[in-house]
């Protein structure tokens, strides 16, 4: 496994966050357009999902469990 340093992780979490939320003002752009294109709002949405759970991993890296 590949250690990063902190600033690396917080630099990736930062550009993971931005992407999630681009991700989703595109899809309620292209919803409040009415549903013309719902296989391409399925795929942004499965791309925003994939993008939250590398977050979760960056995050739990920065943030390790503390065994009590």
Do not use: F, W
Not at 48 to 53: M, S
Request: proline share 1%.
């Amino acid at each position: 496994m590949v250690r990063h340093s902190e600033g690396d992780l917080r630099e990736e979490l930062v550009r993971l966050r931005n992407e999630h939320r681009m991700l989703d003002e595109e899809i309620v752009a292209l919803e409040a357009m009415g549903g013309h294109d719902q296989l391409n709002i399925r795929r942004l949405k499965k791309k925003k999902l994939a993008l939250k759970d590398q977050i979760i991993a960056v995050e739990d890296q920065l943030l390790p469990d503390i065994i009590a």
